[in-house]
Nanobody, 115 residues
Framework: QVQLVESGGGLVQPGGSLRLSCAAS????????MGWYRQAPGKQRDVVAT???????NYADSVKGRFTISRDNAKNTVYLQMNSLKPEDTAVYYC?????????WGQGTQVTVSS
């Protein structure tokens, strides 16, 4: 069994910053791709950022230059540093990890950007 635990969401004012974390635990042999996704009310879940085991990253156009994805392979953890947050970044954020050749989702963490 593999468990993912997310943390770091919350309420922040426009222009503020948050850092999300997603830690995997359990029977882990390997973790390849890691990513963050988000889903706003009434919308589909969209990719925000991804990172390969080797550290190559990709970002949605809407977050380029503001968000940074990183990973700590020793801790089986992926991070999302979010700066210059905007109201349109409000959503539930989910991590997704490829663990032991299977995809696992985190439970989701709410990010609300509002004054």
């Amino acid at each position: 069994q593999v468990q993912l635990v997310e943390s770091g969401g919350g309420l922040v004012q426009p222009g503020g910053s948050l850092r999300l974390s997603c830690a995997a635990s359990g029977n882990i042999r390997s973790i390849n791709g890691m990513g963050w996704y988000r889903q706003a009310p009434g919308k589909q879940r969209d990719v925000v950022a991804t990172i390969t085991r080797g550290g190559s990253t990709n970002y949605a156009d809407s977050v380029k230059g503001r968000f940074t994805i990183s990973r700590d392979n020793a801790k089986n953890t992926v991070y999302l540093q979010m700066n210059s947050l905007k109201p349109e970044d409000t959503a539930v954020y989910y991590c997704r990890l490829a663990v032991n050749s299977r995809l696992y989702w985190g439970q989701g963490t709410q990010v609300t950007v509002s004054s």
